[in-house]
């Protein structure tokens, strides 16, 4: 066995600091159109969608954070991400480099993977199974 395939054992190390990071980042986009934390996103009141979509990021994050039901969750906020891109960043341009939307495809995609690959170690989830 050569010493990159040893790196298997820790896989489940691995995708639980991708979900830890991942979840983390999509909070800090939520709390910033709930609290305006740690900077305002936009001025005055949410319009009911922002609203919505604050709202999923906050919870929805929190839950990816814990790796408590993690599949049917990031299952949601992957959808969540590729309407946003559609909605507010594709109208733009083609290049999500150019629309300022490659967070937003980065994040659809690894939620996309969460909902095939689990939530790894550390979670609510593992500890039910096990």
Known sequence: MSSLERLSAYQPY???GLRIIA?????????MKLFAFPAAQMEGSLPPLMLFAALLEVVGGILIL?????????????GQMAFAYFMAHYPKSFYPALNGGDGAVLFC??????VFAGAGAFSVDQRKTA
């Open 109 to 114: 995609f690894i939620f996309l993977f969460f």
């Open 23 to 31: 979840a983390l980042l999509f909070i800090e986009h939520g709390t």
């Open 14 to 16: 691995a995708l639980a």
């Open 66 to 78: 814990i790796g408590f039901l993690t599949r049917p969750v990031a299952f949601i906020l992957s």
